[in-house]
């Protein structure tokens, strides 16, 4: 009955991680990737986006053991010709991968525009300063 219960259990994990791969956004060649800090624009076509800050910043530093791998929460503003469309809670997952759930800003006719990455990642207990951060964009061609 305990074999039966680990193969069961071992099966589904898969499918999860099966599912949950599928959705993971990649980067490719024909990706344009930006990097900005708070208060600067990145911009493609008739877009901007706008790093507005940081709202909260959980991920497990380097050199900690945590329970989990945290994520990061920020704000970005997308404008298109010079005007406000909305602004965005982007969410940045430590272990680096995007999904469009999470990580997707805005989604134009052509293109989607993704928080990809946040620089700098924690280090022991000092507080980052706002200024220092810089958020990696992704303009993304829809397939």
């Known amino acids: 009955m305990k074999v039966y219960l680990c193969i069961l259990v071992l099966g589904l994990t898969s499918i999860f ?3 949950d ?16 800090s708070i208060g600067e624009k990145a911009s493609h076509e008739d877009y901007d986006v706008k790093f507005k800050k940081v709202i909260t910043d959980s ?6 053991s945590c329970v989990r791998a945290g994520e990061a929460d920020v704000l ?11 602004d965005k809670k982007v969410r940045i997952d430590a272990s680096g991968f995007a999904r469009d759930a999470t990580n997707l800003a805005f989604s134009a006719t052509d293109f989607k525009i993704y928080g ?20 990696q964009v992704v303009f993304r061609p829809n397939m």
């Open 59 to 64: 991920r497990c530093p380097k050199m900690v």
């Open 76 to 86: 970005v503003s997308i404008y298109k010709n010079g005007q406000f469309v909305a």
């Open 17 to 19: 991680q099966t599912v």
């Open 21 to 36: 791969a599928q959705n993971q956004v990649l980067k490719d060649s024909l990706s344009v990737v930006k990097i900005i």
């Open 116 to 135: 990809f990455s946040l620089s700098p990642y924690p280090n022991g207990v000092a507080v980052i300063d706002q200024k220092s951060y810089k958020l």
